[in-house]
């Protein structure tokens, strides 16, 4: 089991950036995929970022379309942290952001897939 705390959020004017991290503690975040989700008001929780790796020493990435170009994810197994690096952050980029693992290493888009989930944390973007 894998416990996960998200920080890093706030409030940002439009066009800034944020870097959110993910401390996972109990098993080592490399054991899993490990993905970022995000929840505005009134709306369903969805995908943003996830990465995982074959075992060796290559990440593999995938990302939401609305944040391609944008939104950075990466790992430090060292740290055992996952890190979310957002620029040119838009209004619409608002909302809970949440890391979760994914013990079948998958490149998994849909939340009910993941195994464990962090308390979130909240990004703010002004205009």
């Known amino acids: 089991q894998v416990q996960l705390v998200e920080s890093g959020g706030g409030l940002v004017q439009a066009g800034g950036s944020l870097r959110l991290s993910c401390a996972a503690s109990?098993?080592?975040?490399?054991?899993?995929?490990m993905g970022w989700f995000r929840q505005a008001p009134g709306k369903e929780r969805e995908f943003v970022a996830v990465i995982t790796w074959n075992g060796g020493r290559t990440d593999y990435a995938d990302y939401a379309d609305s944040v391609k170009g944008r939104f950075t994810i990466s790992r430090d197994n060292a740290k055992n942290t996952v890190y979310l690096q957002m620029n040119s952050l838009k209004p619409e980029d608002t909302a809970v952001y949440y890391c979760a693992a994914d013990r079948t290493f998958g490149l998994r888009v849909v939340p009910d897939e993941y195994d464990y989930w962090g308390q979130g944390t909240q990004v703010t973007v002004s205009s």
């Open positions: 109990g098993r080592t975040a490399s054991a899993y995929a």
